[in-house]
T-cell receptor, first 117, second 111 residues
Framework: GAVVSQHPSWVICKSGTSVKIECRSLDFQATTMFWYRQFPKQSLMLMATSNEGSKATYEQGVEKDKFLINHASLTLSTLTVTSAHPEDSSFYIC?????????????FGEGSWLTVV | SQKIEQNSEALNIQEGKTATLTCNYTNYSPAYLQWYRQDPGRGPVFLLLIRENEKEKRKERLKVTFDTTLKQSLFHITASQPADSATYLCALITAGNMLTFGGGTRLMVKP
């Protein structure tokens, strides 16, 4: 099946600093990528939808200036958490839509653990 | 309001039995419904996709049904194994290409 790679798998950063998480589709082109956040024992929460070459669409309550999303190519989207705070500590997951005739499957990365200290 | 409901209580079954998980939705008209498996600290892994005009889809020991009248999908794992223990998420893809997840059901298969 299609592979989505996410990097880094885990990162620890200091309050006030910025951290970037990459999401790559390794063997397919993804015109649409999604970013989610998941708190322990809770469901995935969609943060934003990223379309290649255009601005991301953010869900209600998600600060676009804090969570910067760039989808510069058909295989790469990045999420930058700016001025990170301890409450931003979470599991961040990206997914990418594989377009095939008659299908519409979405594949997920392995996720990135962010701890802000 | 729109809701996707999965049983939030863990499902405990004996090895070899069939596990059946339920996904109910309200106020959605999904074009597709997907099931994922998620292990602790890992990203969801895609299992099966079923379209609105399909009643049933099978893959090895997995079976998914989709009843758009009842607004329900059932996910079955036959001959369950301890390795099947995980959280299973259903997700709806609506005509606007939005993907929305249910809260997931934790399955525990005991040897």
């Amino acid at each position: 099946g299609a592979v989505v790679s996410q990097h880094p798998s885990w990162v620890i950063c200091k309050s006030g600093t910025s951290v970037k998480i990459e999401c790559r589709s390794l063997d397919f082109q993804a015109t649409t990528m999604f970013w989610y956040r998941q708190f322990p024992k809770q469901s995935l929460m969609l943060m934003a939808t990223s379309n290649e070459g255009s601005k991301a669409t953010y869900e209600q309550g998600v600060e676009k200036d804090k969570f910067l999303i760039n989808h510069a190519s058909l295989t790469l989207s990045t999420l930058t958490v700016t001025s990170a705070h301890p409450e931003d500590s979470s599991f961040y997951i990206c997914s990418a839509r594989e377009h095939r005739s008659g299908g519409n499957t979405i594949y997920f990365g392995e996720g990135s653990w962010l701890t802000v200290v | 309001s729109q809701k996707i409901e999965q049983n939030s209580e863990a499902l405990n079954i004996q090895e070899g039995k069939t596990a059946t998980l339920t996904c109910n939705y309200t106020n959605y008209s999904p074009a597709y419904l997907q099931w994922y498996r998620q292990d602790p600290g890992r990203g969801p892994v895609f299992l099966l996709l079923i379209r609105e005009n399909e009643k049933e889809k099978r893959k090895e020991r997995l079976k998914v049904t989709f009843d758009t009248t009842l607004k329900q999908s059932l996910f079955h794992i036959t001959a369950s194994q301890p390795a099947d223990s995980a959280t299973y998420l259903c997700a709806l893809i609506t005509a606007g290409n939005m993907l929305t997840f249910g809260g997931g059901t934790r399955l525990m298969v005991k040897p």
